[in-house]
């Protein structure tokens, strides 16, 4: 990487044009977005992001700490979070398995902070250094219980860092772990990347409580299901359980409070999916075919795309910036004009299957599915978009 | 616990309702808590809240974070930030919350299978960086949320629901365990030491490092039980008969067997840097003068930082 020059005034936001790799962006991302606690472990192929806060942190007052294991990495920024901390941890598919439980737990508890996994292929070991799109319904139902989670999927280097800043502000909204699904193409990939000055970053602080000490209840929430947070160590003797919750964050065992608690938990991002959901959608109206894509996935279409209208076939394309929620109202809507959506995906039919149950049989759904290892043949994307036009 | 509740004579001097010293630690409206009774925890209980008072640390700055099982449950009654948190990840979760706020006094306060079994991993690299905060570690040598099952402190011999017939493990020696790993302060009492256990865990509150503090407890309801032990009290009696003050052992020494001896006192103490010490000593080396230490936590609604 390259370090800032001595004589630059901040080092904190590296304003300018750079090349960089999907992973050192996403660590400037951060870092730009106010996260000042790290905590990981190695894993090919998201290590560049650590090792990129590792060496950036110390210029820029973070505290960067390699845990023992990915369940350590996880509940360690958790406590990070109530400590006060803005924090991150980042995996791949095994560690991502690993971080599992505690995710539920800042579910639970409702702790803000961001969890990037940079995809390889799986199942287990898998392909360590190869991409993979596997672990897209792993982020939506990996956790134990009912929840509902926001993720994001990156297109390019700048995405990575652009949308990490994105990903911070949700979890601080939301207050609640955010999932950033990379994939190792994504992560690899070398690009120029353009930071905006620290003044035209959009950066969304902690919801703060404002009121009078004597009368929190830290999972108190207004009309829009979230409730503002405290940090340890300013007095409030908060009590913060994964056990079901009352509003004093006391556990209480019994279905009557787990109603209130879960049900919570899961409207305060149902409520409000219309504000997290982004797409990015070109050339629909009118189109005979529309390809929904995500990540890495979505380069390779937009090459299909192309080829697809040379031939003269109307093919527009929803890109899912947000995979969680799924756009399901969107996609209804599209489902009633369109012959067909198409989704090339690295797996073998994982958010197809949220495309399958959005159309509801209105118009065909084509999967072009891939084992993982490498992108999918353009060809084979026009293929589907040829046969979404007959 | 007094509970003297005077009404005043008709002309006589008003005498106030007279409370625990312990209530404002305490969650009243949690109380009465869930331990069983003659359990040992709610004694370990009242000597950290006795220490919490006694410690050089503001109390706004105590912290308390729990895992799971009967011990974990104690982060529910006091009445300071507490965390309870994932079976066997308190101490990863205390490490993030002492890193993001460096200010906290952050103690784990747990039961052997949370810190030992399934947080072992945690324990040895806590111990191994010095990370600065408090241990108490709770052994009734098994999991006795679950309902008395073998766990990995279990002495050799002991029966429960996983071993019928006996346990055939050889259990951890937990002060031998973590003074290996680097902790800086090691002790171990049994929950009939009141005195000396409050006198201990001050100490380990104001200690700097990685402090551990193991308190031997009675589990009546289902370890005594099924390897008729007889009563708390009768393991109070126990206590009172093998325990052996040993200031200073060598912790390879203070295994414990199924009915035997149990060395106690403090074993260990001594001073190295901790993980922060060490971290921005080095950064502040390495990087020279870019480096920005840590800018502390963010800025909440009432201007603290």
Request: charged content about 20%; overall charge negative; aromatic content about 8%.
């Amino acid at each position: 990487m390259s370090r800032p020059k001595p004589s630059q005034p901040d080092a904190t936001v590296l304003t300018g044009a750079h090349y960089l790799d999907g992973d050192e962006a996403c660590a400037e991302g951060a870092i730009a977005a106010g996260c000042r606690f790290f905590a990981g472990y190695p894993i090919t192929p998201s290590t560049e992001i650590a090792e990129r806060i590792a060496s950036r942190f110390p210029l820029v007052g973070g505290t960067f700490i390699q845990m023992e294991d990915e369940l350590a990495s996880m509940a360690a920024i958790l406590g990070g979070a109530w400590g006060g901390a803005k924090a991150m941890t980042v995996t791949s598919g095994p560690g991502f398995s690993l971080m599992m439980e505690n995710i539920g737990l800042g579910i639970m508890t409702e702790t803000p902070c961001v969890v990037v996994n940079v995809q390889r292929g799986g199942p287990s070991t898998g392909l360590p250094t190869l991409t993979g799109q596997q672990d897209m319904m792993q982020a939506r139902w990996g956790s134990h219980g009912d929840y509902e989670v926001i993720a994001l999927s990156p297109s390019s280097p700048q995405e990575c860092f652009d949308l990490t800043i994105t990903a911070f502000g949700l979890s601080e909204r939301y207050r609640l772990p955010v999932l950033f699904m990379m994939d190792e193409c994504v992560g690899h990939m070398t690009e120029k990347v353009v930071i905006p000055p620290a003044e035209d970053i959009p950066v969304i602080e902690r919801r703060w409580y404002r009121g009078p000490k004597e009368s929190y209840l830290p999972y108190q929430a207004g009309p829009d299901k979230v409730p503002d947070m405290v940090r340890a160590g300013d007095d409030y003797r908060i009590h913060i359980t994964g056990l079901t919750h009352d509003e004093r964050g006391y556990p209480v065992i019994n279905a009557a409070c787990q109603s209130v608690c879960v049900s919570r938990l899961v409207d305060k991002i149902r409520d409000n999916a219309g504000d997290i959901v982004i797409t990015d959608e070109e050339a629909v109206d009118g189109a005979d075919v529309v390809v929904v894509s995500y990540g890495i996935s979505y380069r390779v279409a937009t090459r299909a795309i192309a080829l697809a209208r040379a031939e003269g076939i109307k093919v527009g394309s929803v890109r899912l910036v947000t995979v969680w929620p799924f756009p399901e109202a969107r996609i209804a809507e599209l489902s009633r004009k369109v012959k067909a959506l198409v989704m090339p995906e690295i797996n073998l039919g994982q958010m197809y299957r949220e495309l399958q149950r959005a159309a509801a049989g209105n118009c065909r759904t084509l999967l072009i599915p891939h084992c993982g290892g490498w992108v999918h043949d353009p060809n084979d994307v026009l293929a589907a978009i040829r046969e979404g036009a007959k | 616990m007094s509970e003297l509740l005077t009404t005043p004579a008709p002309g006589g001097p008003v005498v106030e309702e007279e409370r625990h010293p312990h209530e404002p630690f305490l969650r009243m409206d949690r109380i009465p808590h869930i331990w069983c009774s003659t359990c040992g925890l709610g004694t370990v209980l009242n000597c950290y809240i006795t220490a919490i008072q006694r410690s050089s640390v503001p109390r706004a700055d105590h912290t308390i974070v729990s895992g799971i099982g009967c011990t974990g449950r104690a982060a529910g009654y006091v009445k300071i930030d507490s965390f309870h948190t994932t079976h066997g990840r308190a101490l990863p979760f205390a490490t993030g919350l002492k890193l993001a706020n460096p200010r906290l006094k952050v103690t784990v306060f747990s039961g052997d299978g949370d810190l030992v079994a399934i947080g072992g991993n945690h324990l040895i690299h806590a111990a191994r960086r010095n990370m600065d905060m408090t241990v108490i570690c709770v052994n009734n040598f098994n999991y006795a949320m679950t309902g008395g099952q073998f766990g990995p402190t279990t002495p050799e011999g002991a029966k429960l629901t996983t071993a019928p017939y006996g346990s055939y493990e050889h259990p951890f020696n937990i002060p031998f365990l973590v003074d290996s790993c680097g902790a800086t302060y090691v002790a171990r009492w049994t929950s009939l030491h009141v005195r000396e256990m409050i006198e201990t865990l001050v100490e380990a509150l104001n200690h700097r490092g990685f402090s551990f503090v193991e308190v031997i407890s009675p589990c009546p309801t289902v370890y005594a039980r099924r390897n008729r032990l007889g009563t708390g009290l009768d393991l109070l009696k126990y206590y009172h008969d093998s325990a052996e003050v040993r200031h200073g052992a060598d912790t390879r020494d203070v295994d414990i067997s199924f009915k035997g001896r149990i060395i106690v006192g403090r074993f260990v103490q001594r001073c190295k840097p901790t993980y922060l010490d060490t971290m921005d000593a080095a950064l502040g080396r390495s990087v020279g003068k870019e480096f920005v230490c840590y800018e502390g936590p963010m800025q909440a609604s009432d201007g603290r930082s």
